[in-house]
């Protein structure tokens, strides 16, 4: 059973650094694909990065390329996003993915979620 919690939303200002962190309690970890996306109110879920079981390809949303890094950690069963740069425009509600399959970008692809983390960009 796959089980996501994501940890280390909050509040920073504009220019500032944060890392989530999405933890699987489940077994079969390194056999998923993980992803990140993000909401903001009234907006569409967007994706925002993935990266692939072994940890070897990443892939990011134009919006956050070069300032967010997604990475993971198969032996501690957790996915990370290091987040800098932070603009006010990053300010959403933050969920981690899970995937057996398909492509990275799609919401639809993903088996998995989690229940979100805030993150708020001041200005």
């Known amino acids: 059973q796959v089980q996501l919690v994501e940890s280390g939303g909050g509040l920073v200002q504009a220019g500032g650094s944060l890392r989530l962190s999405c933890a699987d309690s489940?077994?079969?970890?390194?056999?998923?694909?993980m992803g990140w996306f993000r909401q903001a109110p009234g907006k569409e879920r967007e994706f925002v990065g993935g990266?692939?079981?072994?940890?070897?390809?990443?892939y990011y949303a134009d919006s956050v390329k070069g300032r967010f890094t997604i990475s993971r950690d198969n032996a501690k069963n957790t996915v990370y996003l290091q987040m800098n740069s932070l603009k006010p425009e990053d300010s959403a509600v933050y969920y981690c993915?899970?995937?057996?399959?398909?492509?990275?970008?799609?919401?639809?692809?993903?088996?998995?979620w989690g229940p979100g983390t805030q993150v708020t960009v001041s200005s």
């Open positions: 993915a899970a995937a057996q399959g398909g492509r990275y970008f799609e919401a639809s692809s993903y088996d998995y």
């Open positions: 489940g077994r079969t970890f390194s056999y998923l694909a």
């Open positions: 990266i692939s079981r072994s940890g070897g390809a990443t």
